[in-house]
């Protein structure tokens, strides 16, 4: 991948404080901050934390115990856990998603969905609910997007732009879940918006999202987004092909911490893990590896 003549403003660190980070949340971290240091751009950390039931102030301050330790810097955004839920929570920012999802409501974009996941049966919605005129109002509903699945969109990346339409787990996507508060789609377009971001690294499983919050941003007249470039990287697997999961402790940095790691032994557990033979000692040296063997 060429790298050269990159120049961005701002990128993101936005992980979630769900678990426990692991190795694939230092890789992605390292290869933002790579391309953040070639590019120009300044980091945001961006802690997402929507999701109340899973959100937890253990996990939020791994993260920064997690960016401290193996050395990531950031330039903008909470430097501690106490001046996270101060400022910078998404909480803090509510009203700005409620004037979106009612900008959205007013235009007659979505609809609202009683459906279980096992009526859903699957990832992608089926459309039960489009023309049921539920009320928004309604106890345990969720919004939805109605969405054109025919659309062109196109997206920037740092290959060129895509042309694609919307993937089907992403047909009349949620945008405001059923406990009322707005979904990871919109939140996350909206702070992206918000707080000026221009250049978005994420793993390969977030092309849907990429994909739903670019046409979502026609939607609400954000133009600024439409211009965003994407990077997408490759994903550390587990055994058997599987995502690594937050709930596995075995590959947390927590857990190598406590084990008595250092960051170096860290860094080159993780190029081992990419099948990468060359040692590394720093974010910087397995961002740039990454970058050269993921192109």
Known sequence: MATQNLHFTKTRIAPTPSGYLHVGNVLSFAITAALASQSGAKILLRIDDLDRQRA???FVQDIFDTLN?????????????????????????????????????DGGKLFACTCSRAQINGENYPGTCRDKE?????????WRLRTNNDEELS???????????????????????????PAYQLASLIDDVHFGVDFIVRGEDLWPSTVAQNYLSRLIGSNSFAQTTF??????????????SKSSGDTSIQNLRLSGKMPP??????????????????????????????P
Not at 164 to 174: G, K, N, R
Not at 270 to 285: D, E, Y
Request: glycine share 4%.
């Open 134 to 142: 539920i009320p928004f109002d309604t106890k345990d509903c969720c």
């Open 155 to 181: 997206i920037k990346t740092l290959s060129g732009d895509i042309k694609t339409t919307l993937p089907a787990q992403m047909h009349d996507f949620i945008v405001r879940k059923k406990d009322g508060y």
């Open 265 to 294: 032994e860290v860094y080159n557990t993780i190029v081992q893990l990419c099948g990468i033979k060359q040692p590394v000692n720093n974010w910087q040296t397995l961002g740039d590896i990454a970058l050269y063997s993921n």
């Open 231 to 244: 990077y997408h990287h490759t994903l550390l697997m587990a055994e058997g092909d599987k995502k690594l």
């Open 56 to 58: 937890n102030p253990l």
């Open 69 to 105: 330790f193996m050395e990531i810097p950031w330039d903008e955004g909470p430097r501690n856990a106490t001046e996270f839920e101060r400022e910078w929570s998404q909480l803090q920012r509510i009203n700005y998603y409620e004037k979106a999802l009612q900008q959205l409501k």
